[in-house]
């Protein structure tokens, strides 16, 4: 059964230092992983999708990566700004199920 | 862009008492999902429709949630009885294009439901 984690589940950090988030998941039959954003009281933002067969994917300051052998993806997030303040989850979608996991999510807080 | 309009945003309510909770999508769609939101369990998948028909929905905790989808616009989900357990944030999400799990999801804004 797919499990996901993201650690740490909260972070501070000052205006335009770069800095990434991590996901990991248990099982690396992996159909695809997405990221998400999710501000106080909205629904989730879909940020980037990775294919299995992808290793990245970038949009803007954002860069997704997928490590399926170590069962890692991370998402990168150059020059952060007090508008990038969000919950950040990751989803993986597992070939067979299909179905998304969802990490319990990082709780991002970017101070200017 | 949420592509989807839920209803109502918050919803408190007596133990025992039916709650219906509402999706619209406000543009095309191909698949439509119910996910539930706590803190104890994270998001976790309730149900998902493909062409308004139920493909899986082995996520329903109980024979107490229902959900419809009667046309390609509108679709609900029910709780009858409720019970204080029920208390969560419920989304619902749209995706477009073919498989359920292939594209990006759009979620709404949630309806925050609180069992008394």
């Known amino acids: 059964k797919q499990e996901v984690t993201q650690i740490p589940a909260a972070l501070s950090v000052p205006e335009g230092e770069n800095l990434v988030l991590n996901c990991s998941f248990t099982d690396s039959a992996i159909y695809n992983l997405q990221w998400f954003r999710q501000d106080p009281g909205k629904g989730l933002t879909s940020l980037l999708l990775?294919?299995?067969?992808?290793r990245e994917q970038t949009s803007g300051r954002l860069n997704a990566s997928l490590d399926k052998s170590s069962g890692r993806s991370t998402l990168y997030i150059a020059a952060s700004q007090p508008g990038d303040s969000a919950t950040y989850l990751c989803a993986a979608s597992t070939s067979g199920t299909y179905k998304y996991i969802f990490g319990t999510g990082t709780r991002l807080k970017v101070l200017a | 862009d949420a592509g989807v309009i839920q209803s109502p945003r918050h919803e408190v309510t007596e133990m025992g008492q039916e709650v219906t909770l509402r999706c619209k999508p406000i543009?095309?769609?191909?698949?439509l999902f119910w996910y539930r939101q706590t803190m104890m369990r994270g998001l976790e998948l309730l149900i998902y429709f493909n062409n308004n028909v139920p493909i899986d929905d082995s996520g329903m905790p109980e024979d107490r949630f229902s959900a419809k989808m009667p046309n390609a616009s509108f679709s609900t989900l029910k709780i009858q009885p409720s019970e204080p357990r029920d208390s969560a944030v419920y989304f619902c999400?749209?995706?477009?294009?073919?498989?359920?799990?292939?594209?990006?999801?759009?979620f709404g804004d949630g309806t925050r439901l609180s069992i008394l």
């Open positions: 543009s095309g769609h191909d698949y």
């Open positions: 990775i294919q299995s067969s992808q």
């Open positions: 999400a749209i995706t477009r294009g073919t498989g359920a799990f292939s594209q990006p999801q759009h």
